[in-house]
């Protein structure tokens, strides 16, 4: 084929979006080779080249080193090709999974920063709040003062599994049966806002909640709950569910702990009136 039916280096380096001077280096280590070189040391690539550049340029991007892609391509046919490609897309989906989980914490991150910023302490609010997927641990009744080492580790693989990042927030969950009696010290999972993939989704009830907001060290949140309590009390409301406790602010936001600011979510039956929703 005559060198003006096909690209010039340059031409092809802008179709293709790779550089001239990698594509020179692509032909010195016999990766990629021009289709034709001219006498004067000119490189000429052909359209269908395209193809077989844009292939390298992925599996480069995938992490693929040129010398596996340079072994592959020596030796390609049909049935290598497509183990290749299959074993590609399995990374790719889990590059996906993991992206996926990364955005759904810097959405809950960015969510609870934005919120807190002007949140009163001082005052509590009830709240509408609607079905939210949650991720659970495995059942536990333990006291927050003595947290069980094997909760928080079981908790880790569950997050690996599910591809969620190092840092993705947790909060727990205080059983209704202890929140009758007044108690808001034992706990019944470890959780984070979550679609899961690997676990069974569990959810977050919709409904009313009477939120409470505080600032409180790690393991430090005993003292909100009898405000809380005497709140209800006051109030005459009933409750229906669940305690779940999240930090909004924590270490990623402030630099001390005693200014870190924990949420709790009580679920409450619907206040008579619909009265002091926030």
Same mark, same amino acid.
């Given at each position: 084929?005559?060198?003006?039916?096909?690209?010039?280096?340059?031409?092809?380096?802008?179709? #293709?979006?790779?550089?001239?001077?990698?594509?020179?280096?692509? $032909?010195?280590?016999?990766?990629?080779?021009?289709?034709?070189? @001219?006498?004067?040391?000119?490189?000429?690539? #052909?359209?269908?080249?395209?193809? *077989?550049?844009?292939?390298?340029?992925? &599996?480069?991007?995938?992490?693929?080193?040129?010398?596996?892609? !340079?072994?592959?391509?020596?030796?390609?046919?049909?049935?290598?090709?497509?183990?290749?490609?299959?074993?590609?897309?399995?990374?790719?989906?889990?590059?996906?999974?993991?992206?996926?989980?990364?955005?759904?914490?810097?959405?809950?991150?960015?969510?609870?920063?934005?919120?807190?910023?002007?949140? $009163? *302490?001082?005052?509590?609010?009830?709240?509408? !709040? @609607?079905? *939210?997927?949650?991720?659970?641990?495995?059942?536990?009744?333990?006291?927050?003062?003595?947290?069980?080492?094997?909760?928080?580790?079981?908790?880790? =693989?569950?997050?690996?599994?599910?591809?969620?990042?190092?840092?993705?927030?947790?909060?727990?969950?205080?059983?209704?049966?202890?929140?009758?009696?007044?108690?808001?010290?034992?706990? #019944?999972?470890?959780? #984070?806002?979550?679609?899961?993939?690997?676990?069974?989704?569990?959810?977050?009830?919709?409904? &009313?909640?009477?939120?409470?907001?505080?600032? @409180?060290?790690?393991? $430090?949140?005993?003292?909100?709950?009898? !405000?809380?309590?005497?709140?209800?009390?006051?109030?005459?409301?009933?409750?229906?569910?669940?305690?779940?406790?999240?930090?909004?602010? $924590?270490?990623? =936001?402030? !630099?001390?702990?005693?200014?870190?600011?924990?949420? =709790?979510?009580?679920?409450?039956?619907?206040?008579?009136?619909?009265?002091?929703?926030?």
């Amino acid at each position: 084929m005559h060198p003006s039916d096909m690209l010039s280096i340059s031409a092809f380096s802008k179709l #293709s979006d790779i550089t001239r001077k990698t594509l020179i280096y692509y $032909d010195r280590i016999g990766l990629f080779k021009p289709a034709f070189v @001219a006498d004067n040391g000119y490189r000429y690539y #052909s359209r269908s080249q395209l193809d *077989t550049i844009g292939v390298i340029h992925i &599996f480069k991007e995938l992490g693929m080193s040129l010398e596996e892609i !340079q072994e592959h391509l020596g030796q390609r046919s049909p049935g290598s090709t497509l183990k290749l490609l299959r074993k590609q897309e399995e990374i790719l989906q889990l590059q996906i999974a993991k992206l996926a989980q990364a955005k759904q914490m810097i959405i809950r991150r960015a969510e609870d920063i934005e919120h807190s910023l002007n949140i $009163d *302490t001082s005052r509590m609010y009830v709240i509408w !709040q @609607a079905k *939210t997927p949650l991720l659970l641990s495995r059942r536990v009744y333990s006291s927050k003062n003595q947290f069980p080492e094997e909760l928080w580790k079981d908790f880790q =693989v569950r997050l690996n599994k599910e591809h969620a990042p190092i840092g993705y927030p947790s909060g727990v969950i205080i059983p209704k049966e202890d929140l009758l009696k007044k108690d808001g010290d034992m706990i #019944s999972h470890m959780y #984070s806002f979550m679609t899961t993939e690997y676990y069974v989704q569990e959810y977050m009830p919709e409904g &009313f909640y009477l939120v409470s907001y505080a600032r @409180a060290d790690y393991g $430090d949140t005993e003292k909100i709950y009898p !405000q809380i309590f005497d709140y209800i009390e006051k109030n005459h409301y009933s409750i229906k569910g669940n305690a779940y406790e999240n930090y909004m602010q $924590d270490e990623i =936001v402030l !630099q001390h702990a005693e200014d870190y600011l924990v949420r =709790v979510m009580v679920h409450i039956e619907e206040p008579s009136g619909g009265h002091h929703l926030g």
